[in-house]
């Protein structure tokens, strides 16, 4: 390749030519913005000063016609009615005129003419409107038409023409400035065909210069670089052309035998990854492979242990019932221990496999009225509310999306747990409500019960983990921990509020539908005087959604004169494949 001769760097060379040319561009872009300015005055001109004057010119002959119209009218009726036209048109006539006087600043030719328009009507009605009317009023019509003679009319058609002379003026003055303006349109569009040329022409030279001193030193790098790149490590890289590219090539070059001697080591990097990975993967089939086997191996034990339980417990119980009060009375306590330990144990193992199933057995998410929920679930626990002589009662609740069944066993325990965990001398409140935060559902069940020290508030999630002796209140301590892993399956996480006066409140949040969400976004945009964060509840702990500023919405309740479902029915204690836990 034949070196490229000439001294000057290819910066300069870029810098020079670009000089010139937006010196060039500079130069046409002022004196378009000149002509562009003045073709806008001119257009200015011609829509907001020749044109208005155009339709007023006409509305003041409308308007000088009224008033001839009116006098003739009221000469031959005689009726003062007939002459409202005559001053409508009179006023009309002043508006019209003094309007057009705002727009003859430039144009002392039309003012002239609308003077002598003014004179001429002036005339006209000092000579016969003002006469007519006047003769009209004091000798009747006859004498009023006599004054309308052919002089009369001559006067008028004196001022219809001063009329048509003032519109022919106006016209004039529309032409010649419609004329300017096509003047200055196309000495415009001239400048902006030099600036295509200029532009055209320097791209041309642009292109020429590169594709000399800029493509071909690069093709013959790229040439050069393939052959790198095709595995010949060692084959040295040199180029011509302006210096910027004799120092590429030597950086390409530097570069070539910095790859070459560090080949080695990312060959061996590599191959030690591969190993890695390799071991990874087999641990990682391992690892679902082995969890595979676990949850066959639970389910397959659970199923196992529930014959010999059941043996055990028939058995326990026919023993209890045939032989109560025939033996003494510790062989009595002995078998209360076997029936009340195989019982737990059947429980337990049912509460486990409801644990294990949570997220693994799934019909899929559906949407879900949360308030048809709460009726399922005063009906699974109208039994124990009527024991504890408890109150249950919700507020509007919202339509999610998540497994209902799972949902129904939520609410169910933390209800269930507000019942059981009440305090002796009080009869049991249960409170749910929902208000939207941000994208979720905030959903908040609150009890008056017994309340739980805030050191243990993350500790009742926890699975077998119990607060208190079995034989104060009983169950197999995993209601909550089935509650926590439900509400994350959802995409929620669930806390005791530990800021509450009295009882307890579980909280628990649920994704809200873009529905809510927008609904909630266009509510507060349309309330800027709305307070920024919603309230958290009163000391009943009723807690209205974020999206309802105005209304409270309506507490329902699950009282014995009510149905304990929205559609009024009842169902029993199972919810899809689990029955209701009580932690």
């Given at each position: 390749?034949?070196?490229?001769?000439?001294?000057?760097?290819?910066?300069?060379?870029?810098?020079?030519?670009?000089?010139?040319?937006?010196?060039?561009?500079?130069?046409?872009?002022?004196?378009?913005?000149?002509?562009?300015?003045?073709?806008?005055?001119?257009?200015?001109?011609?829509?907001?000063?020749?044109?208005?004057?155009?339709?007023?010119?006409?509305?003041?002959?409308n308007a000088v016609l009224d008033q001839e119209t009116a006098v003739r009218g009221y000469a031959v009726s005689g009726d003062p009615?007939?002459?409202?036209?005559?001053?409508?048109?009179?006023?009309?006539?002043?508006?019209?005129?003094?309007?057009?006087?705002?727009?003859?600043?430039?144009?002392?030719?039309?003012?002239?003419?609308?003077?002598?328009?003014?004179e001429r009507a002036e005339q006209w009605r000092q000579l016969v409107a003002v006469p007519v009317v006047t003769t009209t009023e004091?000798?009747?019509?006859?004498?009023?038409?006599?004054?309308?003679?052919?002089?009369?009319?001559?006067?008028?058609?004196?001022?219809?023409?001063?009329?048509?002379?003032?519109?022919?003026?106006?016209?004039?003055?529309?032409?010649?400035?419609?004329?300017?303006?096509?003047?200055?349109?196309?000495?415009?569009?001239?400048?902006?065909?030099?600036?295509?040329?200029?532009?055209?022409?320097?791209?041309?030279?642009?292109?020429?210069?590169?594709?000399?001193?800029?493509?071909?030193?690069?093709?013959?790098?790229?040439?050069?670089?393939?052959?790198?790149?095709?595995?010949?490590?060692?084959?040295?890289?040199?180029?011509?052309?302006?210096?910027?590219?004799?120092?590429?090539?030597?950086?390409?070059?530097?570069?070539?035998?910095?790859?070459?001697?560090?080949?080695?080591?990312?060959?061996?990097?590599?191959?030690?990854?591969?190993?890695?990975?390799?071991?990874?993967?087999?641990?990682?089939?391992?690892?679902?492979?082995?969890?595979?086997?676990?949850?066959?191996?639970?389910?397959?034990?659970?199923?196992?242990?529930?014959?010999?339980?059941?043996?055990?417990?028939?058995?326990?119980?026919?023993?209890?019932?045939?032989?109560?009060?025939?033996?003494?009375?510790?062989?009595?306590?002995?078998?209360?221990?076997?029936?009340?330990?195989?019982?737990?144990?059947?429980?337990?193992?049912?509460?486990?496999?409801?644990?294990?199933?949570?997220?693994?057995?799934?019909?899929?998410?559906?949407?879900?009225?949360?308030?048809?929920?709460?009726?399922?679930?005063?009906?699974?626990?109208?039994?124990?509310?009527?024991?504890?002589?408890?109150?249950?009662?919700?507020?509007?609740?919202?339509?999610?999306?998540?497994?209902?069944?799972?949902?129904?066993?939520?609410?169910?325990?933390?209800?269930?747990?507000?019942?059981?965990?009440?305090?002796?001398?009080?009869?049991?409140?249960?409170?749910?409500?929902?208000?939207?935060?941000?994208?979720?559902?905030?959903?908040?069940?609150?009890?008056?019960?017994?309340?739980?020290?805030?050191?243990?508030?993350?500790?009742?999630?926890?699975?077998?983990?119990?607060?208190?002796?079995?034989?104060?209140?009983?169950?197999?301590?995993?209601?909550?921990?089935?509650?926590?892993?439900?509400?994350?399956?959802?995409?929620?996480?669930?806390?005791?509020?530990?800021?509450?006066?009295?009882?307890?409140?579980?909280?628990?949040?649920?994704?809200?539908?873009?529905?809510?969400?927008?609904?909630?976004?266009?509510?507060?945009?349309?309330?800027?005087?709305?307070?920024?964060?919603?309230?958290?509840?009163?000391?009943?702990?009723?807690?209205?959604?974020?999206?309802?500023?105005?209304?409270?919405?309506?507490?329902?309740?699950?009282?014995?004169?009510?149905?304990?479902?929205?559609?009024?029915?009842?169902?029993?204690?199972?919810?899809?494949?689990?029955?209701?836990?009580?932690?």
């Amino acid at each position: 390749m034949t070196p490229v001769v000439g001294g000057w760097s290819l910066r300069r060379r870029v810098i020079t030519l670009l000089t010139v040319v937006g010196v060039l561009l500079i130069g046409l872009a002022g004196a378009e913005a000149a002509m562009a300015a003045r073709n806008r005055t001119q257009i200015d001109a011609v829509l907001n000063e020749t044109g208005p004057l155009r339709v007023q010119s006409q509305e003041l002959l409308n308007a000088v016609l009224d008033q001839e119209t009116a006098v003739r009218g009221y000469a031959v009726s005689g009726d003062p009615n007939d002459l409202d036209p005559y001053q409508t048109g009179l006023d009309q006539e002043k508006k019209v005129v003094a309007a057009m006087r705002a727009l003859l600043d430039d144009y002392p030719q039309i003012g002239q003419e609308l003077r002598i328009v003014e004179e001429r009507a002036e005339q006209w009605r000092q000579l016969v409107a003002v006469p007519v009317v006047t003769t009209t009023e004091q000798s009747g019509t006859s004498a009023g038409q006599a004054l309308i003679t052919e002089r009369a009319r001559q006067q008028f058609d004196e001022v219809r023409a001063a009329i048509e002379d003032l519109q022919a003026e106006i016209l004039t003055a529309r032409e010649q400035s419609a004329d300017d303006v096509r003047s200055s349109s196309n000495l415009l569009v001239a400048l902006l065909i030099i600036a295509a040329l200029v532009v055209v022409v320097a791209g041309s030279v642009l292109l020429l210069s590169l594709d000399r001193m800029v493509i071909g030193p690069l093709v013959g790098l790229a040439d050069q670089v393939r052959e790198v790149a095709k595995g010949d490590y060692q084959h040295g890289i040199a180029t011509t052309g302006p210096p910027e590219f004799v120092q590429l090539g030597a950086d390409v070059d530097a570069m070539r035998q910095k790859i070459a001697s560090d080949l080695a080591e990312v060959r061996e990097a590599r191959e030690r990854i591969e190993w890695v990975n390799s071991q990874l993967q087999k641990q990682a089939e391992e690892l679902t492979r082995s969890n595979r086997d676990l949850e066959q191996f639970a389910y397959v034990a659970s199923h196992d242990l529930q014959e010999p339980l059941r043996k055990v417990a028939s058995f326990c119980q026919l023993l209890q019932r045939r032989y109560a009060g025939q033996l003494d009375e510790r062989a009595d306590q002995y078998i209360a221990f076997a029936v009340d330990g195989a019982q737990r144990m059947q429980r337990l193992i049912n509460d486990l496999l409801a644990f294990s199933r949570i997220g693994r057995l799934t019909s899929g998410f559906t949407e879900v009225d949360l308030n048809k929920v709460m009726g399922d679930v005063a009906g699974q626990t109208e039994a124990a509310r009527q024991y504890a002589d408890a109150e249950l009662t919700w507020t509007e609740l919202p339509v999610i999306r998540g497994e209902e069944p799972l949902l129904t066993n939520l609410l169910a325990n933390l209800v269930s747990n507000s019942i059981k965990f009440r305090r002796p001398d009080l009869p049991p409140k249960v409170h749910v409500s929902a208000r939207l935060v941000g994208s979720e559902w905030e959903i908040s069940c609150q009890d008056n019960g017994i309340g739980i020290e805030p050191e243990f508030a993350d500790k009742i999630f926890v699975i077998f983990q119990r607060l208190h002796s079995k034989d104060a209140y009983p169950g197999t301590g995993i209601g909550l921990a089935i509650a926590k892993k439900i509400v994350e399956y959802h995409g929620g996480r669930v806390w005791v509020d530990t800021d509450v006066p009295e009882g307890t409140t579980i909280r628990f949040t649920l994704p809200a539908t873009p529905e809510d969400v927008e609904a909630a976004t266009a509510t507060a945009a349309g309330s800027p005087e709305s307070p920024q964060e919603p309230p958290t509840g009163d000391e009943t702990g009723d807690v209205a959604p974020a999206n309802e500023a105005s209304a409270t919405p309506p507490e329902q309740s699950a009282g014995a004169d009510r149905p304990d479902r929205a559609d009024g029915s009842r169902e029993s204690g199972r919810t899809g494949d689990m029955r209701e836990t009580v932690g």
